[in-house]
T-cell receptor
Framework: GAVVSQHPSWVICKSGTSVKIECRSL??????MFWYRQFPKQSLMLMAT?????????EQGVEKDKFLINHASLTLSTLTVTSAHPEDSSFYIC?????????????FGDGTRLSIL | GDSVTQMEGPVTLSEEAFLTINCTYT??????LFWYVQYPGEGLQLLLK?????DKGSNKGFEATYRKETTSFHLEKGSVQVSDSAVYFC????????????FGKGTKLSVKP
């Protein structure tokens, strides 16, 4: 079964709205979570790396004031798209790394499809 | 910087055909290599991985061998099924689970009955 839960799976909202996406590790502690963005028919691009209890590290070109990431606990990271606009429409996917399991693969959520009207 | 290059898709095959999806990488160090599969409307699932040169990853009839000399990690399956239709991503990373993944652009596979 799924070990990483991402919610919501699909959201449609008006331009200017802020949208929060949650990524939860269900049965393990995740010291590190990654947020990716996938445009249609393209690959996943890393947006930011989220470490529990510290500020997220953003990739070049990703606006940290636009995409707010919070990793307040070892099982939850959130991505908030602030004042979303149509160009923010995309598929957002998180992944989580198990604490202490360095040689194990990351676990991915099922993604959130965001559509801004 | 590091990068992953996959063959362009889409790839369309008949059921029971042989599949090869090419993947090559550019790396400054010694990464781990992965194949992920994404079924329509879903997130990514790890298909197989290899952590060092000459390792072979295998799962569900799929195989890929880490070739350092050719910097490749080609995905193969001897006999595809309709249920294998999906998008396949080749990826690399460092640092085990704590390192972010660098993905190729993905290859869409469609298998016809």
């Amino acid at each position: 079964g799924a070990v990483v839960s991402q919610h919501p799976s699909w959201v449609i909202c008006k331009s200017g709205t802020s949208v929060k996406i949650e990524c939860r590790s269900l049965d393990f502690q995740a010291t590190t979570m990654f947020w990716y963005r996938q445009f249609p028919k393209q690959s996943l691009m890393l947006m930011a790396t989220s470490n529990e209890g510290s500020k997220a590290t953003y990739e070049q070109g990703v606006e940290k004031d636009k995409f707010l990431i919070n990793h307040a606990s070892l099982t939850l990271s959130t991505l908030t798209v602030t004042s979303a606009h149509p160009e923010d429409s995309s598929f957002y996917i998180c992944s989580a790394a198990r604490r202490g399991w360095k040689n194990q693969p990351q676990h991915f959520g099922d993604g959130t499809r965001l559509s801004i009207l | 910087g590091d990068s992953v290059t996959q063959m362009e898709g889409p790839v369309t095959l008949s059921e029971e055909a042989f599949l090869t999806i090419n993947c090559t990488y550019t790396a400054t160090g010694y990464p781990s290599l992965f194949w992920y599969v994404q079924y329509p409307g879903e997130g990514l699932q790890l298909l197989l991985k290899a952590t060092k040169a000459d390792d072979k990853g295998s799962n569900k009839g799929f195989e890929a061998t880490y070739r350092k000399e050719t910097t490749s990690f080609h995905l193969e399956k001897g006999s595809v099924q309709v249920s294998d239709s999906a998008v396949y991503f080749c990826a690399l990373n460092y640092g085990g689970s704590q390192g972010n993944l660098i993905f190729g652009k993905g290859t869409k596979l469609s298998v016809k009955p």
